[in-house]
């Protein structure tokens, strides 16, 4: 992490800016949505408007929840090694767990 | 980093006497450790709705469960918390809201108004059809 603070800093305040209203829009939704059969689901995800704003939270999400385990592998794992692995792994999980969710998105706007 | 096991380190947690804004530092980062794990939920609640009815209709009941219920609860609360006291913190950062006082309450705040908020979420949705 050394010398890469700044920008860290900076990209954990963006994406948190980023997600404040698209939480409660989505919190707010699934509160709306919490009945709904598979395909009334599909159908409201589908729509532009829904995915476009589920698609920017799920990746602000994952950068952000990236960004926070970094700095608590920084602080707690003073190996150089293992945390080298850690922040490896960390990286390896939250794209991985991203693109899966970004790619069920945009799957549910093509299967509709 | 090559430096760093020769850096000074603070002491740790149980040196400290509580307080309510040390309280909500460490819930802010517990809760993002949480929405770790409540990330591979959303990511399996939306992937299984874009394989198939099956794999949505057996996440579904596995969410409804009453470990899934309590689980669920849980991740709410956890974002609601997050949330709040993330904004407390945005706050900090453009240098506002330092004051012991102002500090304490708007710690106070983040658990108080993340546990009502929870519940209001919660209320909403078994009134309102959550039920199938």
Redesign the interface.
């Known amino acids: 992490?050394?010398g890469k603070g700044t920008p860290h800093f900076i990209f954990q305040?963006v994406t948190?800016?980023v997600?404040?209203p698209l939480?409660?829009w989505f919190?707010a939704s699934l509160?709306?949505h919490?009945?709904d059969s598979?395909t009334e689901?599909?159908e409201w995800?589908a729509h532009w408007h829904v995915a476009v704003p589920l698609s920017i939270l799920l990746l602000a999400?994952?950068f952000h929840?990236r960004l926070?385990?970094e700095v608590?592998i920084d602080d707690y794992i003073?190996k150089?090694d293992t945390r080298g692995m850690l922040h490896f792994l960390n990286t390896l999980f939250s794209l991985i767990?991203g693109a899966?969710?970004v790619?069920?998105?945009v799957?549910?706007t093509l299967?509709v | 980093m090559a430096n760093h096991a020769t850096a000074p380190v603070s002491p740790h947690l149980q040196i400290w006497r509580w307080t309510v804004t040390m309280a909500a530092s460490i819930f802010q980062r517990a809760t993002g450790v949480a929405q770790y794990a409540g990330a591979i939920l959303l990511t399996i609640w939306l992937a299984s709705a874009a394989m198939s009815e099956q794999a949505f209709n057996t996440v579904q009941s596995l969410f409804a469960s009453p470990l899934g219920m309590i689980v669920l609860v849980g991740y709410s609360w956890s974002i609601c918390f997050h949330l709040i006291n993330g904004v407390r913190f945005l706050f900090w950062d453009a240098g506002y809201g330092f004051k012991i006082k102002t500090a304490n309450l708007t710690g106070w705040l983040a658990f108080g108004g993340s546990i009502v908020l929870t519940a209001i979420i919660w209320a909403i949705v078994l009134v309102t059809g959550g039920g199938n």
């Open positions: 992490m050394a305040r948190a800016l997600m404040i939480t409660i919190v509160i709306a919490a009945g598979r689901l599909m995800i999400g994952f929840m926070g385990i608590i003073h150089p767990l899966i969710a790619w069920s998105v799957a549910i299967i």
